[in-house]
């Protein structure tokens, strides 16, 4: 079975071409499945069974694994499945009566103007790192990118003189802009410490860490921790509660869903709904404490 799997992530990588996360995220699923039918005895895709997912999915409710993540490993063993058909490998789509469960959209923690303006003013020092540190808080911010995309950057997706970056998800590419604060962060690492920090001149990597390698995610996490602690913010803040407050801000100063959606790169405009569904919900409560008779 782990042959089949190892095909189908090849097929994603280089036919899909999709991203790193996303072939991650079908490879931890599906390693996870088939574990499940190690433990059954069943060696091959093509002994498997339509009670034999039924079964595996009962187990992840037995284990109490959260809606979401039910959902997400149905759809990877989905995928694989159809893939398998493709192939010729196997005949019957034995995935069709699975059934995915009802995922309740939770609304988004998002921080308040006030908060982020408090977390982006932390790095105040004018060593490497503080000047570094404050250029990627205020581009997370400013374009709402997800932290891997952050890190990710290349110089070449930077354009100063028109204010955007360009941002790559496996096979989709995106422009978005960005305003003058960010600009002038970038612009004050880029000219003062970037290349300081560099330990290697050729990289064309935009962010580097204290090493002078690429930027991890742990990294920035750890990052945003310690500003977030430092700017007396007791919520869990996190690089995404950045890029939830990114949109919310953005619909409540008016931008219009498509514009937002293009930006965050949401596949289907329901998913950037919620942060209008936010801002009714905050106008409800608006009425309800200021007009006379609400």
Not at 132 to 146: F, N, P, S, V, W
Not at 173 to 191: D, Q, S, T, V
Not at 250 to 258: K, Q, T, Y
Request: proline share 3%; charged share 25%.
């Amino acid at each position: 079975m782990q042959r089949e799997i190892d095909s189908f992530i090849s097929y994603l990588h280089n036919v899909k071409q999709s991203s790193t996360n996303t072939q991650l995220s079908y490879q931890r699923d599906l390693k996870k499945f088939k574990a499940f039918c190690d433990s059954k005895g069943i060696s091959s895709v093509k002994e498997l069974t339509a009670k034999d997912l039924k079964a595996y999915v009962d187990v992840m409710g037995e284990e109490q694994f959260k809606p979401a993540t039910v959902s997400r490993n149905i759809a990877s063993i989905k995928a694989w499945i159809h893939f398998m058909m493709d192939e010729g490998v196997i005949k019957e789509d034995i995935t069709r009566t699975l059934k995915v469960p009802k995922i309740e959209k939770k609304i988004p923690e998002i921080m308040t103007m006030s908060e982020v303006v408090t977390l982006l003013e932390q790095p105040v020092g004018n060593n490497p790192k503080e000047i570094r540190d404050k250029a990627m808080l205020e581009l997370l911010y400013a374009t709402g990118i997800r932290v891997t995309e952050l890190i990710s950057l290349k110089m070449e997706d930077l354009n100063l003189q028109m204010n955007y970056i360009i941002c790559n998800d496996g096979n989709k590419e995106r422009m978005i802009p960005f305003g003058a604060k960010a600009r002038m962060a970038l612009m004050r690492y880029l000219e003062e410490v970037r290349d300081e920090m560099l330990a290697d001149a050729k990289s064309h990597v935009l962010f580097v860490n204290c090493s002078g390698q690429a930027m991890s995610r742990q990294g920035f996490w750890k990052l945003i921790k310690y500003y977030a602690k430092k700017a007396g913010i007791t919520d869990d803040i996190t690089p995404h509660t950045l890029r939830h407050s990114f949109a919310a801000h953005l619909v409540e100063n008016g931008a219009d869903l498509r514009s937002v959606q293009e930006m965050l790169g949401h596949s289907d405009i329901s998913t950037t709904q919620i942060y209008a569904n936010m801002n009714q919900n905050k106008l409800r409560e608006v009425y309800k404490r200021a007009h006379p008779r609400g």
